[in-house]
């Protein structure tokens, strides 16, 4: 059922740069999780203001084929909603790929100073860059300047445990031109089993005029009410907890009450909508990163996520989900986190 509180939080204009969203609850940018088919299912269900494509490369964006692309793929129908996410090491780049996000049609674009997976950070991209705020200014001044959309900034508490450092970076991209920041609130290397220090975007959000979306352990409406109620960050970003559940936006925000088969239906259209957008092959492997985080909803879902997944193709998965669901598996109200860290 819609949480009634939440939703008045939620269900407000907010004005980033000259565009207007009217739901401040967004879908966070995740790799190899927010595909098409996920932002699809997502959509079928409604009750967002935006959602984020997992991280794009920033030096391959300005030649990708979209026809061909795992990544760099949309709907033309997702356009008006749909930010996309770059990573990159140099302000050249990054504008660039700014540029054709521009000319696809795109709400805005999101520039990664986040991500601190080690492939990532070896290449100077993602959280990297904040060992560089110099630097990280000058990337925002440089996409800032190529392109009109708005221009989003994520990044993270930095490297060492020092809430300032944040609150710097938050400045300087503000005055480097980023129009929202989305600030999740871990230092880097990421470990997702430390809760997230949420007091942290409290002082992100007071140290700027731009609005801020919170992102951290958002898992059942009563977080987002405290994380809104701790921080007045205008907004939340919603990661791992909306791959488990893609309906939870619709019913955050909207008259949404999921009914008893809803698990069963979901993973059954996600098998679908793979398939119209890849090969079986590639729809396979997306559904088994998309498993862990489904199964997190059951009580046993250690033991259904193995079932599940032993699968070759994607009539393997769909004859799993049939037996799986035959025996009614016990779902949990919060789900364990032990199997989406
Ligand atoms: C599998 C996975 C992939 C991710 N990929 C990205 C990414 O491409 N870009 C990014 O900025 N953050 C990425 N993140 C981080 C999320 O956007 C988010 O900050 C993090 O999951 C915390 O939010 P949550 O607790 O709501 O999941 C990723 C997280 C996960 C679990």
Redesign the pocket.
Known sequence: MKNNKLSQYLLKDLTIKDKTIHNTIVL???????HVALRQLISEFGGFGLL?T??CSAKAVPNENPDISQVFKWQEKELKYLVC?I?GPDPESMAKAAMRIEKEGFFGV?L?F??S?AAICKKGC?AALLKSPDLSSKIVTAVRESVSIPVFV?F?TGWDNNPWFAVDMAKRFEDAGADAL?F?P?VAP?R?NRP?QWDIIKLVRQAVNIPVFG?????EAEDGVKMIEQTSCQGL???????ARPWLFAQWTKEFSPGKDIFFTSAMRMTKILLDHYNDRFAVKLFK?FSPYFCANFKFGHQILKKLIRAQTMDDIRNNLDSIFESNPKTLLRPNQNL?L
């Open positions: 966070a940018p995740m790799a190899g999780l927010g984020f997992g991280m996410q990573f999101d990664n986040g991500c997976v993602g994520k993270r989305t999740h871990r990421d997702r997230p992102n951290g352990n958002l898992f970003s919603v990661g791992r907890m909306a791959v990163k989406f």
